[in-house]
Nanobody, 128 residues
Framework: QVQLVESGGRLVQAGGSLRLSCAAS????????MGWFRQAPGKEREFVGA????????VYADSVKGRFTISRDNSKNTVYLQMNTLKPEDTAVYYC?????????????????????WGQGTQVTVSS
């Protein structure tokens, strides 16, 4: 089992920045990649980005590319989502997720069912 705990969500003004953290514990050695997803009110959950746990290479959804950056600190078993130039449409509950298999491409990285473990989510609200 892997436990994931997100933190860092809050209210921020449009144009501002925020960094979310996702701390992993438990059988973290089984993790191969970490993903960030978000769900806005009344919408389906969508992929934000993912990072290979070993490689540190990240992929992003087009909607956040150039504004969001994912990084990880292996020594702390923590993944970060740095969000810059935030927009009201970024308002959502943000979830981190872990998977045991590496992703082969962007589509694979965005495939939700391949993520075994999920955090409880953290609310990000961007005011206009």
């Amino acid at each position: 089992q892997v436990q994931l705990v997100e933190s860092g969500g809050r209210l921020v003004q449009a144009g501002g920045s925020l960094r979310l953290s996702c701390a992993a514990s438990g059988r973290t050695f089984s993790m191969n990649a970490m993903g960030w997803f978000r769900q806005a009110p009344g919408k389906e959950r969508e992929f934000v980005g993912a990072i290979g746990w070993g490689s540190g290479s990240a992929v992003y959804a087009d909607s956040v590319k150039g504004r969001f950056t994912i990084s990880r600190d292996n020594s702390k078993n923590t993944v970060y989502l740095q969000m810059n130039t935030l927009k009201p449409e970024d308002t959502a509950v943000y979830y981190c997720a872990a998977r045991s298999s590496p992703y082969n491409n962007d589509y694979d990285a965005a495939t939700e069912y391949k993520y075994t473990y999920w955090g409880q989510g953290t609310q990000v609200t961007v005011s206009s």
